[in-house]
């Protein structure tokens, strides 16, 4: 019976764990841009933020930002949306701010 308990709470955690890797996504995100394209630590960011609402507005339920922003009609552009939300956040934060900091041809 120890043996069972033992082993049914090493599988709970062990479900616990997988199941919040599953949800961590990418480890890096790329975003293709005229300017140039955009790579970044989805990790690295994940580790500074508390919850992912804070960049995913509607959860993690869209799979694309560029589905709504930018093409359904008083949605703004996502360029808009990222620009705002990332440098608004790296100048808060002491992240780079300036276009060639993460827009590399």
Do not use: N, R, Y
Request: glycine share 10%.
């Amino acid at each position: 019976m120890k043996k069972f308990i033992v082993l049914l709470i090493v599988g709970c955690i062990t479900a616990t764990v997988m199941g919040a890797m599953a949800a961590d996504g990418p480890a890096e995100i790329k975003l293709s841009s005229k300017m140039g394209d955009v790579t970044f630590s989805h990790a690295k960011h994940q580790s500074k933020i508390a919850e992912c609402t804070e960049c995913h507005h509607k959860g993690l339920e869209t799979p694309k930002c560029t589905s709504c922003h930018g093409v359904k009609a008083g949605i703004p552009d996502a360029k808009k949306v990222f620009h705002a939300q990332c440098k608004g956040c790296h100048a808060k934060s002491g992240g780079p701010t300036k276009c060639k900091d993460c827009h590399v041809k």
